[in-house]
T-cell receptor, first 117, second 110 residues
Framework: GAVVSQHPSRVICKSGTSVKIECRSL??????MFWYRQFPKQSLMLMAT?????????EQGVEKDKFLINHASLTLSTLTVTSAHPEDSSFYIC?????????????FGPGTRLLVL | SQQGEEDPQALSIQEGENATMNCSYK?????LQWYRQNSGRGLVHLIL?????REKHSGRLRVTLDTSKKSSSLLITASRAADTASYFC??????????FGKGMKLTVNP
């Protein structure tokens, strides 16, 4: 099946620093990738939709200047948490749709756990 | 956005028993997908059932879809401890974004 990777899998940073998370589709091209955030014991909350070659679409309540998304190629999308604070500590998961098929199924990355001290 | 809601929210069973989870949705769908998430991990796609299908099997998984009632069920037969996870249903299709419901936490006791 299709594989999506994320890097890093876990990151600990100091408050005020920026953290970049990469999401890669390893064996397929993805024109659309999605970024989710999941707090403990809660469901995944969609943050933004990342479209290759264009600006990301953010969900209501998600600050686009704080969560920078870049989808520069058909296999890579990045999420940068700028000036991270402890409340940004969460589990971030990306997903991608295979552009070569009917785009019915999303393939999820393994997630990145961010801890801001 | 489209969201599925799972029922029950939590289920605890013994290994070997069957587990049934139900999902309801509100809009018209092209397909409905079930995912599994192990604690602190990413999501794994389990099975997709299209709107013109009524039942689908994959190994120990059986999914049914009733579009008239806007509901779906996921049956896991002969459960194993490794099936312990959270399960999500998701309405899908087209280019629309997908929104997850709360999920259903299944615990299979050895």
């Amino acid at each position: 099946g299709a594989v999506v990777s994320q890097h890093p899998s876990r990151v600990i940073c100091k408050s005020g620093t920026s953290v970049k998370i990469e999401c890669r589709s390893l064996d397929f091209q993805a024109t659309t990738m999605f970024w989710y955030r999941q707090f403990p014991k809660q469901s995944l909350m969609l943050m933004a939709t990342s479209n290759e070659g264009s600006k990301a679409t953010y969900e209501q309540g998600v600050e686009k200047d704080k969560f920078l998304i870049n989808h520069a190629s058909l296999t890579l999308s990045t999420l940068t948490v700028t000036s991270a604070h402890p409340e940004d500590s969460s589990f971030y998961i990306c997903s991608a749709r295979d552009a070569g098929f009917t785009q019915e199924t999303q393939y999820f990355g393994p997630g990145t756990r961010l801890l801001v001290l | 956005s489209q969201q599925g809601e799972e029922d029950p929210q939590a289920l605890s069973i013994q290994e070997g028993e069957n587990a049934t989870m139900n999902c309801s949705y509100k809009t018209s769908i092209n397909n409905l997908q079930w995912y599994r998430q192990n604690s602190g991990r990413g999501l794994v796609h389990l099975i997709l059932i299209r709107s013109n299908e009524r039942e689908k099997h994959s190994g120990r998984l059986r999914v049914t879809l009733d579009t008239s009632k806007k509901s779906s069920s996921l049956l896991i037969t002969a459960s194993r401890a490794a099936d312990t996870a959270s399960y999500f249903c998701l309405e899908g299709g087209g280019s629309e974004k997908l929104v997850f419901g709360k999920g259903m936490k299944l615990t299979v006791n050895p």
